[in-house]
């Protein structure tokens, strides 16, 4: 990490006291100044579509029939269920969850490679919730200058209610927060509406009320610290970047040598930076950009729009702070070397996100809209008959995946001689299993041979009225479609 310039205060900057008292400085607040450019105009936009997105998306409605719920997104608990719009995930399909997963940390690994910590400088949920804090802070106690000039002010009622309000907003955004975030585990209206009658189950109250704690103390409170002290990445993302990723650099070749610079005044032996300190005015981390790639930059490049203010002001071309690679500010003079998009570990990471993307697809695709699991009785294993036969139990298992009920009938096949029953419809010829829409039903049956069936399954040089385990298969046929499920099945006999 590079050097603080002289006269720039680092918080972080570890020192020794000769008193012994204390190994590293107190934190000094950083005071962001507003910037005015591109870049803030993305983040602004970012923001809105992030936060909205958060909000409302619980409030979207997806209808799924009149069996299961309408929320968009929700993750049912009670039902052990997961649905995203067209989606619903169970339990055993939880590989879907993990194949997002690891598309979104190749998606961050890719964002990486390609232009450094991209993601913490705009859509990071922390870098999001800050900057609307930050706004929030603005509003009520103006911008960097007068927020440094209130804090060193005496109490007074301007500066109570300055604070007080800035602090109930910050504490209403971070009640929303926690507030949206329970209603993905529950419908919203319902639950909105047990909120304002004080009747809302007791869990719901301890994580609105932990989110709430969280957002305002990382988001209000910590800010910047939480991205340099907390967060992991800033300490991992180096082993993502190379020589032509794009990173947010001051190009001292053009820069240097610094200085102020009077109106009129010839740029002969002068560089363009001026050393007015705006890029450090406006940094959310109160780093120089200056002082060259650091560990505590977010790449949130408002360091370039206040610097490109500047350049327009002062008369000289934009572009002194910009996105640029290592390999171009270690080329020789001004020279701009053009940046390879097609780089190993671009191409790498692309390629690991479509090969998992198509194999979550292809799942999807052949996903079926039936599942049968099928449990044998383990105490007895099997039931001697009077008559010399053997009967196993079974315990199967129907998951309809349809938003619709639907009807079944369960046959064996593989086991010639075998008879099935299916506990509550013994006495029907035909008997059809009906499973409500969207759930999992067990079913108790019982596969019977007669002596003779086990003779049959007998082995030559064995007792014949032993059978050994076979193997055979119940299906589960859809009367209205035709469409089956199978499962295999042992059927056991007496040990050898």
Avoid at 51 to 74: E, T
Avoid at 175 to 204: E, K
Avoid at 284 to 295: A, E, F, K, M
Avoid at 320 to 328: K, P, W
Wanted: aromatic share 12%.
């Amino acid at each position: 990490m590079a050097e603080a310039a002289p006269g720039v205060e680092r918080s972080e900057a570890p020192t020794i006291e000769r008193t012994g008292k204390s190994l590293y400085v107190s934190r000094v607040k950083v005071y962001p100044k507003r910037a005015h450019g591109t870049f803030r105009t993305v983040k602004w936009i970012v923001m809105a579509v992030t936060l909205s997105i958060y909000y409302l998306v619980p409030w979207i409605r997806w209808d799924r029939g009149p069996y299961l719920p309408n929320q968009a997104v929700l993750i049912d608990f009670p039902s052990r269920r997961f649905f995203f719009f067209f989606l619903e995930i169970w339990p055993q399909e939880f590989y879907y969850v993990t194949g997002l997963l690891v598309l979104a940390a190749l998606g961050l690994f890719l964002a990486t490679a390609i232009a450094g910590r991209v993601w913490c400088g705009y859509a990071c949920p922390q870098t999001v919730w800050t900057d609307l804090m930050i706004a929030v802070e603005r509003f009520f106690q103006g911008d960097r200058n007068a927020r440094i000039r209130l804090d060193k002010a005496p109490w007074t009622f301007e500066w109570v209610w300055r604070k007080g309000a800035t602090h109930l907003t910050w504490l209403l955004i971070a009640i929303a927060t926690g507030g949206a975030w329970v209603f993905y585990f529950a419908d919203a209206p319902t639950l909105a509406r047990q909120f304002l009658h004080f009747d809302a189950p007791m869990i719901a109250y301890v994580f609105v009320g932990l989110f709430t704690a969280t957002t305002y103390l990382l988001g209000g409170i910590a800010r910047e610290q939480v991205c340099i002290y907390m967060c992991p990445w800033p300490r991992i993302q180096g082993g993502m970047i190379d020589h032509d990723s794009l990173l947010i650099s001051y190009r001292a070749w053009r820069g240097e040598p610094r200085g102020p610079h009077k109106a009129g005044q010839s740029w002969e032996g002068h560089g363009d930076c001026v050393d007015c300190r705006q890029c450090i005015a406006v940094c959310p981390t109160g780093i120089d950009i200056r002082n060259g790639s650091q560990l505590e930059c977010i790449q949130c490049a408002l360091c370039v729009d206040a610097c490109n203010e500047i350049m327009d002001k002062v008369g000289r071309p934009r572009g002194l702070i910009a996105y640029d690679t290592i390999r171009n500010l270690q080329a020789p003079g001004s020279e701009i070397l053009p940046v390879p998009w097609f780089r190993p570990r671009v191409v790498l990471y692309a390629t690991l996100m479509a090969i998992v993307g198509l194999i979550m697809l292809t799942a999807l695709m052949l996903r079926a809209e039936l599942e049968v699991s099928v449990l044998h009785d383990r105490n007895p294993v099997y039931v001697k008959l009077s008559d010399g036969g053997l009967r196993n139990g079974y315990t199967l298992k129907l998951l309809n995946k349809r938003y619709e009920p639907r009807n079944f009938r369960i046959g064996i096949s593989g086991l010639a001689g075998a008879k099935l029953t299916i506990v509550g419809h013994e006495h029907e010829t035909d008997p059809v299993i009906t499973v409500a829409p969207d759930e999992l039903q067990p079913i108790r049956v019982y596969v019977a041979l007669d002596k003779a069936g086990v003779r049959a399954l007998a082995k030559e040089d064995e007792d014949e009225d032993e059978a050994e385990s076979v193997e055979f298969y119940f299906t589960v046929t859809d009367t209205k479609d035709g469409n089956f499920a199978e499962h295999k099945a042992n059927f056991q006999g007496p040990e050898r």
